[in-house]
């Protein structure tokens, strides 16, 4: 199975300041036969399921708000969100789709500073 | 719109069987697979398995071969997941996934409480 850590497992951000998720998978997620990269970002809040921010390493879903923008290659991946606002407060998990099981990162909580 | 509703909270005991169901709206459920996603207290996101809801075929995560079963019911746009043999170890939060373009999870269900106590 691909492991993936996340780092670090809690952040605490000013309103308004950048934060900053790192991922590491144990093998590459570069699919070589199409050149995607099967990488996705998760957002939960309490008591909500999983919300799909980025998936393919780098490409927002649909209606995300464009402070969050997710980048890497290969093994290491980071997510960003350039501006903290008060309703990002949650865990954000990475998810590796490049062969089954489908493994999930840790997650790491993010709160206001 | 897509909508991803599913079955309400269940206990059982050690040793049962729990058949939770996921009912998809707002788009042609034979086009999209399902995913089965568990989370325990305190636990990341576990992948339990998925089905393809055109053809019917499935693939399990290992850990939970031969415990779990995934099938579906196209007429009524409707996948299931049972897990058989549970022990305390399965009280979780169960999530059934819709598959975006074989590349992530794009809408959820709203979860299944699932407490397993004797």
């Known amino acids: 199975d691909i492991m993936m850590t996340q780092s670090p497992d809690s952040l605490a951000v000013s309103l308004g300041e950048r934060a900053t998720i790192n991922c590491k998978s144990s093998?590459?997620?570069?699919?070589?036969?199409?050149?995607?990269?099967?990488l996705n970002w998760y957002q939960q809040k309490p008591g909500q399921p999983p919300k799909l921010l980025i998936y393919?390493?780098?490409t927002r879903q649909s209606g995300v708000p464009d402070r969050f923008s997710a980048s890497g290659s290969g093994t290491d991946f980071t997510l960003t969100i350039s501006s903290l606002q008060a309703e990002d407060v949650a865990v954000y998990y990475c998810?590796?789709?490049?062969?089954?099981?489908?493994?999930f990162g840790q997650g790491t909580k993010v709160e206001i500073k | 719109q897509v909508q991803i509703v599913q079955s309400g909270a269940e206990v059982r005991k050690p040793g049962a069987s729990v058949k939770v169901s996921c009912k998809a709206s707002?788009?042609?459920?034979?086009?999209?697979?399902i995913n089965w996603v568990r989370q325990a207290p305190g636990q990341r996101l576990e992948w339990m398995g998925w089905?393809?809801?055109?053809?019917?075929?499935?693939k399990y995560s290992q850990k939970f071969q031969g415990r779990v079963t995934i099938s579906r019911d196209t007429s009524a746009s409707t996948a299931y997941l049972e897990l058989s043999s549970l022990t305390l170890e399965d009280t979780a939060e169960y999530y059934c996934?819709?598959?975006?373009?074989?590349?992530?999870?794009?809408?959820w269900g709203q979860g299944t409480q699932v407490t397993v106590s004797s």
């Open positions: 393919w390493a780098s």
């Open positions: 089905i393809n809801t055109g053809k019917g075929n499935t």
């Open positions: 093998q590459s997620l570069l699919y070589s036969s199409n050149n995607k990269t099967y």
């Open positions: 707002g788009y042609n459920f034979r086009n999209y697979a």
């Open positions: 998810q590796q789709y490049y062969n089954t099981p489908r493994t």
């Open positions: 996934a819709r598959d975006l373009l074989d590349a992530a999870f794009d809408y």
